[in-house]
């Protein structure tokens, strides 16, 4: 009998793989901003003839459509994206047999992890009668739907919610925020709604930084602690934002074992182009994102990067990568269709068509995938490496270099330096050659071997943590971040952040010992909200105690302050105080200390 048993066992796992690998990938496109773009007389083509957008998208083989809903953004329009618009969408996209995903922003205009603000007809509800409009709203839609010969095939209720939606009634944290209990409490009414409309439509709940392990495990386990009803985890993923493509499938692979559910990426996108249609500034306009992300911004890496994203989704161990949504992928440059009403288009050197309409070349990923998923990329060429040291100091040289493949990606590959130990021991400027590894090229490596100037540890705090610094004060206010953006760090990839949802006060300061006599210039970057009250200072340096206040100007306006003093002691202390109101922010990178005579 035992041996039956486990003969059973076998054969229900089996089973359920079987089942599992039947499922139909999901390859989708969020069309949100079509019903606008149509409207506004935006056309679509493919090899040069008119041809209606989903059409196109159904024809290369898309099979999925998402749609938000926002409330009443009457005011704010950003595609008018209200259930009557999407419902007339939706029957559209069912007509050519795509299946429908719906997605619930539970506001009058954006939601994401920086902004869920309640619709304004919600504003005074709280407790037992917010959740009651919020299920009311839910099963209204899906109903109003229905009616109108539109059954939904999915629903995700809320977008990006890292930190709960409706605010500050379903806000996880901040002031006046109801935690994960009142978040949970809105959520649970949102999935009854559904629920109590057909038992059989799979939920989503959806997170943006799809590479943050950490993140999802603490979302989810407080979700499940609380017996929140879902099927499938969702996550937004922009190689640009949220981690590299190995950070992404760890996530996926671990969450979707750990709670027992499918994973689904319902946000991705890359550019195509860096070129700006409107004029309107675009989200990926910095030809330096490319490097974070791994792909040129053109149609060949746009595919490359779509078909590497399909292999880490193709690999979720049970087949429980269920599939893709490529982000407002037909959102082309239409006067009037913008970001919100009045706005241009930040988005239309992203879609999966150019300017004019006309179909990339990047929609075949959806039709032969598996072909190009076989694709062998050859080295095109290495990327020359410059680098720069302090004499006495050992130099790491890095074991691996950028490269440009012929699909447009930048990988890492292997080198080997072929240099004498003693070269790098010498001030002056060198150049070396590497091997690479794995293919039969070498790179040229420009060294900068130079006298030690400065004389603060951790200056870039690239150790990840303040040691040696000291933090006193509010300790919770301040923290070493890997910045994301990149751009939040002024040197290197990380930086200090500093944050309090109450007014706060925090020194940092380090101690140098053992200074030659000299003049020395003290220097940092930093930028931030305005309105605190930010020092820098040198003390304790045989002298009187000398300072700079900061005024910060916002995000990437980026401060230099500067003090020159004299140092006749052989120990100073370097220091940074912060005064900060509620909610205020800053970013403090690259410390220098140079003795200049």
Known sequence: MKGLWKVGVIVLMLSSLVFASEKPFIFGVDVSMLYEIERLGGRFYDAGVEIDCLQI???YGVNWVRLRIWNDPTNLGGGNCNHENMTDLAAKAKKYGLKVLVDFHYSDWWADPGKQNKPKAWNDLHGEDLQKALYDYTKFVLEYMKERDVHVDMVQVGNELNNGFLWPDGQISGPNAGGFDGFTALLKAAVKAVRDFDPNVPIVVHLAEGGNNSLFRWFFDELVKRDVDFDIIGVSYYPYWHGTLEELSFNLNDVSQRYRKDVLVVETAYPWTLQDADGHANIFGDESLQWTAGY????????????DLIRVLKQVPEARGLGLFYWEGAWIPVKGAGWKTGEGNPWENQTLFDFQGNALETLKIFRNYEELLEEKAELVRVFPVSLESIVGERM??????QALFSDDSLRSVRVVWQVEEEELKQVGEHRIVGKILDYDSTVEAKLLIKEPTNYLSNWSFETGNFEPWI???NKQS???????????AHHGVY?????LDKPFEFEMYQIVRDLPEGTYKLSMWIQGSGGDEVELSISEHGGERASVRIENRGWLQWNHPVLEVRITSRVVKISLRVKGKAGNWGWVDEFQLIRVK
């Open 57 to 59: 998208l159904k024809g």
């Open 296 to 307: 040129l911004a053109t149609v060949r890496g746009q595919m490359s990067f779509l078909r």
């Open 396 to 401: 790491e040289l890095p074991q691996k270099v």
């Open 471 to 473: 933090v006193e004060g």
């Open 478 to 488: 301040v923290k070493v971040v890997r910045a994301n953006p990149p751009q939040n």
């Open 495 to 499: 930086a200090v952040n500093y944050w």
